[in-house]
T-cell receptor, first 115, second 112 residues
Framework: DGGITQSPKYLFRKEGQNVTLSCEQNLNHDAMYWYRQDPGQGLRLIYYSQIVNDFQKGDIAEGYSVSREKKESFPLTVTSAQKNPTAFYLC??????????????FGPGTRLTVL | QQPVQSPQAVILREGEDAVINCSSSKALYSVHWYRQKHGEAPVFLMILLKGGEQKGHEKISASFNEKKQQSSLYLTASQLSYSGTYFCGTEDGSGNTGKLIFGQGTTLQVKP
């Protein structure tokens, strides 16, 4: 079955540590996205990538980093510079990233808690 | 700038209708609608493009008023499965970026 997988489902981090969230898709989609969701809030875009080896900052990129070395993978690193990283992180992908006519498919999410 | 959704929350009985609105201060190229159940990933419902094109589920309808920079999602004859939080995502400018800005969400609860 095609889809998007995120791991781990739950992640606990101590203050000052970097952590990497995994996102893999086998939908052959060009574009991939990372969102952050806080309780009772909408989705805020962290980073997005429309093609391999290229990515752009979203609205809240500070304290985060990404890479896009392969089409199917778009890992997100939450660095120690992110002051309030506890949140629900969602990865999404869409085909033909330069077209607005394509829905985004979301992964199941990773819930990150900083202890 | 984040689009504004209204109402923030609505409670319905099965079979009743609801309208959820999404309003932006910017000229929009497209509006996407998603539904999210608690603790789960958002699921695609509808895309509306400037110029009138639409793509979405048969039982979901929506409108897009380009001049007013508004979109509305119409839920008719609601079912228990319609419960969840509805988000609109807007794309401004000339489009072709796929970059969406999401509203804060509208929580819908359908009761038997």
């Amino acid at each position: 079955d095609g889809g998007i997988t995120q791991s781990p489902k739950y992640l606990f981090r101590k203050e000052g540590q970097n952590v990497t969230l995994s996102c893999e898709q086998n939908l052959n989609h060009d574009a991939m996205y990372w969102y952050r969701q806080d309780p009772g809030q909408g989705l805020r875009l962290i980073y997005y990538s429309q093609i391999v080896n290229d990515f752009q900052k979203g609205d809240i990129a500070e304290g985060y980093s990404v890479s896009r070395e392969k089409k199917e993978s778009f890992p997100l690193t939450v660095t120690s510079a992110q002051k309030n990283p506890t949140a629900f992180y969602l990865c999404a992908s869409s085909s033909q990233g330069l077209s607005s006519y394509n829905e985004q498919f979301f992964g199941p999410g990773t819930r990150l808690t900083v202890l | 700038q984040q689009p504004v959704q209204s109402p923030q929350a609505v409670i319905l009985r099965e079979g009743e209708d609801a309208v959820i609105n999404c309003s932006s201060s910017k000229a929009l190229y497209s509006v996407h609608w998603y539904r999210q159940k608690h603790g789960e990933a958002p699921v695609f419902l509808m895309i509306l493009l400037k110029g009138g094109e639409q793509k979405g589920h048969e039982k979901i309808s929506a409108s897009f008023n380009e001049k007013k920079q508004q979109s509305s999602l119409y839920l008719t004859a609601s079912q228990l499965s319609y419960s969840g939080t509805y988000f609109c995502g807007t794309e401004d400018g000339s489009g072709n970026t796929g970059k969406l800005i999401f509203g804060q969400g509208t929580t819908l609860q359908v009761k038997p």
